[in-house]
């Protein structure tokens, strides 16, 4: 049973999942919008969703840190400079995730995950 076993393993051991993240969150950091499949789209969402209530808090030394640790300089700044701001007022719901067609291939349900 699965009794409170929180989140996927995509397939990947646990350095290559968080690698993975952090891939797809700098490229949705980058470029605002992206395609994926579901299950990474939904492991994504909280994962971004923490970087940007790290990056609204801008003068706290420890969550810069935090993403100095995560992100790549150009992200980080992004983020920072651009993506929070926006988000300053709102307590959360900063990413939108919606389903699309299956991939040929393998049949996989593709989901595009983007900013509000």
């Known amino acids: ?16 999942r968080k690698a993975l993240l952090r891939g797809l969150a700098v490229n949705l950091i980058t470029y605002g919008k992206m395609q994926t499949t579901l299950p990474k789209a939904k492991e994504l969402r909280p994962f971004v969703e923490r970087l940007v209530s790290y990056a609204k808090r801008d003068t706290d030394v420890q969550k810069m840190r935090q993403l100095a640790k995560i992100l790549s300089v150009s ?12 988000y300053f007022e709102r307590k959360g719901g900063y990413t939108r995730i919606t389903k699309g067609a299956y991939r040929k291939g393998d049949s996989a349900r593709k989901a595009f995950i983007e900013f509000v």
Do not use: F, T
């Open 1 to 16: 049973m699965r009794h409170l076993k929180k989140g996927r393993k995509l397939g990947r051991e646990r350095n290559q």
């Open 75 to 86: 992200a980080r700044i992004k983020l920072v400079k651009e993506i929070a701001p926006k």
